[in-house]
């Protein structure tokens, strides 16, 4: 599976952008797709999952209510919605997508095995 994730950039605090994962190359029937985070010095933090089929989604604590990711079949993209910025949501965001992914693992990055390349948020006060 390959991952490109697009959207991002420069941001003012309280802004809702959106970014997108389109994946491509594989049936995602059974598959997690999810977004982590990575800011300078910081391990890659768990932001946001939802099932391709059924959509049930989780989130990391320090998003939640305020990102809400969500999936599109017919244009095949999953999107993270994020309002509300803050300066400490500044961080690259990766896209993250696996198949054999038990519910305990969600949230670690250690268990998925198709990453995109990154995009950058910057959110300036």
């Known amino acids: 599976v390959q991952l490109q994730a697009s959207g991002g950039g420069l941001v003012q605090a309280g802004d809702s952008p959106r970014i997108s994962c389109v994946p491509s190359?594989?049936?995602?029937?059974?598959?997690?797709m999810g977004w982590f985070r990575q800011a300078p010095g910081k391990e890659r933090e768990f932001v946001a999952a939802?099932?391709?089929?059924?959509?049930?989604?989780l989130y990391g604590d320090v998003v939640k209510g305020r990102f809400t990711i969500t999936r599109d079949y017919a244009k095949n993209t999953v999107y993270l919605q994020m309002n509300s910025l803050k300066p400490e949501d500044t961080a690259a965001y990766y896209c993250?997508?696996?198949?054999?992914?038990?519910?305990?693992?969600?949230?670690?990055?250690?268990?998925?095995?198709?990453w995109g390349q990154g995009t950058q948020v910057t959110v300036s006060s």
């Open positions: 190359g594989r049936t995602l029937t059974r598959f997690v």
């Open positions: 993250a997508g696996d198949n054999t992914l038990i519910h305990s693992s969600i949230t670690d990055y250690r268990h998925y095995d198709y």
């Open positions: 939802i099932k391709w089929s059924g959509g049930t989604t």
